[in-house]
Each structure stands twice: as C-alpha cells, then as structure tokens.
C-alpha cells in the first residue's frame, strides 16, 4: 500500500502562483512516476504532469511553460509548481503515483483561480 499526502490548494487570482507537494509513504517501488491529474466540475480527470523516478516528464499542453513538475526521490516527495494560474485551471488536483503497476491517489486539493 501507498498513501499519498497533498498540501498546498487554495484560491489565488489569476496570473498568481501556487505550489502542490505531495508526500508519498509506505511499500515504495524505487522505479515509480509519479505527478498531478485534475478534475473540473462536470469534467474527467486529466493528467496535468508526471516524473518518473529517472527525471523524465510529460505536461499537458494546456500547462507547458506555466507548471513545472519536480521531485525529491530522498522524501518521496513530488511538487507542482503553478505559476500564471488561470481561472481555467480550477480544479481539485490529485497526486498519482504508479509503481509496480500499480495505481494509488490521493484526496485530492482544491485549486480556485478567480478573474
């Protein structure tokens, strides 16, 4: 079992900034990806970024030079640094990790970005 652990949502104004961390603890796989899905009200959940363990890293489109993804491997720990927030980008935001073929997710954090 893995648990993860979200901080950082909030309401911020758009063109504002917010930083998401997400701690993971328990039967940690060292090869693992993890990052941020989120979902809008009425809307699926879609992937925002992942890293892989080895620094690889994928962002939606919709994020590319606004978000940055990084991690520390030491704390088991990922981060989703939001700059140039949008009122668009409101969503709960949740931490994923996969390892093992394994899928685990957290609550969630709510993210608001007002106009």
């Known amino acids: 079992q893995v648990q993860l652990v979200e901080s950082g949502g909030g309401l911020v104004q758009a063109g504002g900034s917010l930083r998401l961390s997400c701690a993971a603890s328990g039967s940690i796989f060292s090869i693992n990806t993890m990052g941020w899905f989120r979902q809008a009200p009425g809307k699926q959940r879609d992937l925002v970024a992942h890293?892989?363990?080895?620094?690889?890293?994928n962002y939606a489109s919709s994020v590319k030079g606004r978000f940055t993804i990084s991690r520390d491997n030491g704390k088991n720990t990922v981060y989703l640094q939001m700059n140039s927030l949008k009122p668009e980008d409101t969503a709960v935001y949740y931490c994923?990790?996969?390892?093992?073929?394994?899928?685990?997710w957290g609550e969630g954090t709510l993210v608001t970005v007002s106009s």
């Open positions: 994923h990790y996969l390892g093992r073929g394994m899928n685990y």
């Open positions: 890293m892989d363990s080895s620094g690889g890293t």
